[in-house]
């Protein structure tokens, strides 16, 4: 069977606090607080469960430059609604931010260290993502990444809109959505996506399959470690997991 998503992972210069804005932002919780990573889950929630992705926070020390490839879009129910999260964030530690988006009906916000997300206006496709309406991935060949994400991730295309690609979960959740432009990709990213074999696959398979569909072995200095660093076919890097 192929992997699938498991974690979503966000490079920061202090995680603990970092985690506690994301955490106030979806009204979720921080589950594990370590040295190395810290962990935003919704309570309640099952693991893995990609309709409940987890936020992971790891320690890194190079600071952000330019706007992310990868960034979250959160959903609102209503105008007050996409009024009352934007505020409450900007409460949190949320500032404006510009990306040259001009007039919107979304609101783009960064978060304490810099990582852009935007408060959608209500929309009907996300009325039951929960929180995170969308993770949203920067990309030259829309259709193409979907294609390669739909065996990464194993979420199920949704279907081109606008030159826009989605995938979903067959369980519900939030989209993945693939969307045109961004420029060329030229540092590491400072969030990716965790991907992981079921529990009794093999790891290594898993590995060789995704690189015959298109990834590529990555070296983000990551040294000695239990999981496998690969790009996909436009240079995001993920990691696949040891089977869970």
């Not at 929309?123 to 929180?131: A, C, K, L, S």
């Not at 432009?181 to 074999?197: E, Q």
């Not at 696959?201 to 590995?207: I, K, L, M, P």
């Amino acid at each position: 069977m192929p992997t699938r998503v498991v974690h979503l992972v966000v490079d920061a210069a202090d995680p603990a606090r970092l985690a506690r804005f994301w955490a106030g932002a979806l009204g979720w919780e921080v589950t594990a607080e370590e040295p190395e990573e810290v962990v935003v889950r919704q309570p309640g929630s099952g693991y893995p469960d990609p309709a409940v992705l987890p936020l992971v926070f790891v320690p890194v020390a190079e600071p952000k430059t330019g706007k992310n490839r990868l960034h979250l879009d959160l959903a609102s129910a209503s105008a007050e609604d996409q009024a009352a999260l934007a505020g409450r964030l900007r409460d949190l530690g949320a500032t404006p931010a510009d990306i040259g988006q001009g007039e919107v009906p979304w609101v783009v916000l960064a978060d304490p260290e810099g990582n852009e997300l935007c408060v959608l206006d209500p929309r009907p496709v996300y009325r039951d993502t929960g929180p995170v309406a969308a993770i949203v991935v920067d990309c030259a060949a829309p259709q193409a990444q979907a294609r390669f994400w739909a065996g990464a991730a194993g979420w199920r295309p949704q279907g081109p809109d606008g030159g826009l690609s989605a995938l979903r979960s067959p369980g519900g959740g939030p989209y993945l959505e693939l969307l045109p432009g961004g420029g060329a990709k030229t540092v590491k990213n400072r969030i990716h996506l965790d991907v992981a074999p079921r529990r009794g696959d093999d790891h290594q398979a898993e590995v060789t399959r995704l690189r015959q569909a298109g990834a590529t072995l990555a070296d983000v200095g990551q040294g000695a470690v239990r999981w496998v660093v690969l790009a996909d076919p436009e240079g995001n890097e993920f990691c696949v997991l040891d089977p869970r």
